[in-house]
C-alpha cells in the first residue's frame, strides 16, 4: 500500500490542526482548524498565534518546552476562544514536526468530540453487556 500525498494527509484530517514556526507564527491551517476557528488560512497564515487565539494556557512555555525536549506535549481542558464567540472547552497537542527542530503540529481536539467518543462507547459496552445478560438467561 502506498501512502496519499501529504496534501491529502492533511486536508483530511478531522481535527483542527496548525504549523507553527520557531517565531510561533502561523505556517500552516488545515480545513478543519478553519471551521472550527472561524477564520480562513490567508487570515491566520503569518499571523502570531497567540495574538489570534485566547488560550487559557501557558502556550509559550509548552512550545518552549516542545522544542527543547523534542517530545510531544498535551494540555488538557482548556478553553478556546477567538474572542467572536464563547470558550470552547479542548485539548491540545503539541509535538515537534520533522527534522526542523522549530516547528511544532499543533493540534486543537474540542471536548465536545471526545465526549460524545467516550459517551458512544460507553453505550457500546452497555448495550454488550445488556446482551451478554441476556444470552446467559436464555
Given at each position: 500500500?502506498?501512502?496519499?500525498?501529504?496534501?491529502?494527509?492533511?486536508?483530511?484530517?478531522?481535527?483542527?490542526?496548525?504549523?507553527?514556526?520557531?517565531?510561533?507564527?502561523?505556517?500552516?491551517?488545515?480545513?478543519?482548524?478553519?471551521?472550527?476557528?472561524?477564520?480562513?488560512?490567508?487570515?491566520?497564515?503569518?499571523?502570531?498565534?497567540?495574538?489570534?487565539?485566547?488560550?487559557?494556557?501557558?502556550?509559550?512555555?509548552?512550545?518552549?518546552?516542545?522544542?527543547a525536549n523534542?517530545?510531544?506535549?498535551?494540555?488538557?481542558d482548556v478553553?478556546?476562544?477567538?474572542?467572536?464567540?464563547?470558550?470552547?472547552?479542548?485539548?491540545?497537542?503539541?509535538?515537534?514536526?520533522?527534522?526542523?527542530?522549530?516547528?511544532?503540529?499543533?493540534?486543537?481536539?474540542?471536548?465536545?468530540?471526545?465526549?460524545?467518543?467516550?459517551?458512544?462507547?460507553?453505550?457500546?459496552?452497555?448495550?454488550?453487556?445488556?446482551?451478554?445478560?441476556?444470552?446467559?438467561?436464555?
Open positions: 500500500m502506498t501512502l496519499p500525498a501529504p496534501g491529502i494527509i492533511w486536508n483530511s484530517l478531522p481535527t483542527p490542526a496548525l504549523l507553527i514556526d520557531g517565531n510561533d507564527l502561523v505556517t500552516e491551517i488545515n480545513p478543519a482548524a478553519e471551521l472550527f476557528l472561524n477564520l480562513s488560512a490567508r487570515a491566520l497564515r503569518g499571523q502570531p498565534l497567540l495574538e489570534r487565539l485566547a488560550i487559557s494556557a501557558p502556550l509559550e512555555e509548552v512550545f518552549a518546552r516542545v522544542r523534542r517530545s510531544a506535549l498535551f494540555v488538557n478553553d478556546l476562544t477567538t474572542g467572536e464567540r464563547a470558550p470552547v472547552q479542548c485539548n491540545l497537542q503539541a509535538a515537534p514536526l520533522g527534522e526542523d527542530p522549530q516547528m511544532i503540529l499543533f493540534l486543537i481536539t474540542p471536548r465536545e468530540i471526545s465526549d460524545r467518543l467516550g459517551r458512544a462507547s460507553l453505550v457500546k459496552s452497555a448495550a454488550r453487556s445488556a446482551i451478554g445478560m441476556a444470552e446467559m438467561l436464555a
